[in-house]
């Protein structure tokens, strides 16, 4: 049962343009969320996170959205460059019986068409 | 470079074998996650050790075991290796067992059991 889905396998945006990835969640207790970004042959780096009490956190050219009543969040990425092909995994932070552990989705890969 | 390393890049061995797996993590994080990523799959928690002690058990197999070390390096034990456990195999650091803190990635060990 996955508790973090991101349901997009792939997506392709043109350069300038808006990117939004999507990651859903089932768990109303996990308390923080992180998207990182994935190069092939290299290991995950941090983009951006987010507090389970806030809404929104920008950082340059990415924003990530939280909506807890539906259990959902979104990072866009304005505008959208070549350099951000890759793929996006989004993560959960579960402390809930006194775990500490990270929630993966499986990944939405991103394509910006030059 | 994420200040993680992890030994060795490439691994190839047997049915039935055992391999280790080594990971450093950044100068001064206690905190080391190991993951499993399968073929088009997303990064699956393995587990997690915080200043040598473990702190949080994910989907790790009972034929899989791991710790760290006093000098906080980690080792990940696979044995009787299937062609299932084919992977990439990530090791991530970060300063603190606790959320908000983004996790370091190594660049992976790739294992293939033939």
């Known amino acids: 049962d996955q508790q973090v889905k991101q349901n997009s396998p792939s997506l392709s945006v043109q350069e300038g343009r808006i990117s939004i990835l999507n990651c859903d969640y089932t768990n109303s207790m996990f308390d923080y969320f992180l998207w990182y970004k994935k190069y092939p042959a290299e290991g995950p780096t941090f983009l951006i996170s987010?507090?389970?009490?806030?809404d929104k956190n920008e950082d340059g050219r990415f924003t990530v959205f939280l909506n807890k009543s539906a259990k959902h969040l979104s990072l866009h990425i304005v505008p959208s460059q070549p350099g951000d092909s890759a793929v996006y995994f989004c993560a959960a932070h579960d402390s809930t019986s006194g775990t500490y552990k990270y929630i993966f989705g499986t990944g939405t890969r991103l394509k910006v068409l030059a | 470079d994420s200040g993680v390393t992890q030994t060795p890049k490439h691994l190839i061995t047997a049915t039935g074998q055992r391999v280790t797996l080594r990971c450093s993590p950044r100068?001064?994080?206690?905190?080391v996650y190991w993951y499993q990523q399968s073929l088009d799959q997303g990064l699956q928690f393995l587990i997690q050790?915080?200043?040598?002690?473990?702190?949080a058990k994910g989907n790790i197999l009972e034929r899989f075991s791991a710790q760290q070390f006093p000098d906080l390096h980690s080792e990940l034990n696979l044995s009787s290796l299937e062609l299932g456990d084919s992977a990439l195999y990530f090791c991530?650091?970060?300063?603190?067992?606790?959320?908000?803190?983004?996790?370091?990635f190594g660049p992976g060990t790739r294992l293939t059991v033939t």
């Open positions: 987010i507090s389970s009490i806030k």
């Open positions: 991530a650091s970060s300063e603190s067992a606790h959320s908000g803190y983004e996790q370091y």
């Open positions: 050790y915080y200043n040598g002690e473990e702190r």
């Open positions: 100068s001064g994080d206690l905190s």
